[in-house]
C-alpha cells in the first residue's frame, strides 16, 4: 500500500505513528528504505512511559500526562489494540465453530 502511496496511486497518510519505541521506529523506517519509499513523518509511543520518537531526532519527546497531543496518540494507539484484539477473537471464533 505504501509503495502504491509513493507511486501517487493511494492516498498517503501525513503521519505514520508506530505502537513501540525506538527499536519499532528504526524498524518502521528500515521497512520503508525496503520499499524504496520515502516515509511521511513517523513516530512511535513508547508504552511504559509514554515517550515520543520521532524520525531524524536523537532524544525522545516527553509530554506531561495531561496533554492533549500526548492523549490523542494514546488514544489512537489503544483504538488500534482494541481493533486488532477484536478482530483476532472473530478470527478464534471463526476457527472454533468451523472445528
Do not use: W
Amino acid at each position: 500500500r505504501y509503495r502504491e502511496a509513493g507511486a501517487g496511486q493511494e492516498l498517503y497518510p501525513d503521519v505514520v505513528l508506530i505502537d513501540g519505541g525506538l527499536g519499532q521506529l528504526h524498524a518502521a523506517l528500515e521497512a520503508f528504505a525496503t520499499l524504496d519509499v520515502r516515509p511521511p513523518m513517523v513516530i512511535s509511543l513508547a508504552k511504559k512511559e509514554e515517550l515520543i520518537y520521532v524520525q531524524e531526532r536523537a532524544e525522545p519527546i516527553r509530554l506531561g500526562r495531561e496533554n492533549v497531543g500526548l492523549k490523542f496518540c494514546q488514544q489512537i494507539r489503544d483504538e488500534a489494540h482494541r481493533f486488532a484484539q477484536h478482530y483476532h477473537h472473530v478470527l478464534r471464533r471463526k476457527r472454533t465453530l468451523e472445528e
